[in-house]
């Protein structure tokens, strides 16, 4: 059986679903951080490394973005 390939409006369709839940995913990691530095739940440097990640996440996110929108216009 031959494979149907997907549709511009499909394809974007599945990245903004990805997008969002990498997005989400990002938020809640940053706001783990945030919140456990605040309450001053365990070490320190623990909690940095989860704000570290989340904005590393965060970046990813963006330069995905980045990436698929200049692959559109093109």
């Known amino acids: 059986m031959k494979k149907r390939a997907l549709s511009k409006q499909e394809e974007f369709d599945i990245l903004k679903i990805v997008s969002n839940k990498f997005l ?33 996440l965060l970046i ?5 973005l980045i990436r698929e929108y200049e692959y559109i216009k093109l």
């Not at 938020?27 to 951080?33: D, E, W």
């Not at 990813?60 to 995905?64: C, D, R, V, W």
């Open 24 to 56: 989400l995913f990002a938020i809640f990691v940053l706001g783990l951080g945030f919140y456990r530095m605040v309450s001053a739940i365990g070490n320190f440097g623990y909690n940095v490394i989860i704000i570290v990640s989340g904005i590393i």
């Open 60 to 64: 990813l996110f963006i330069s995905l």
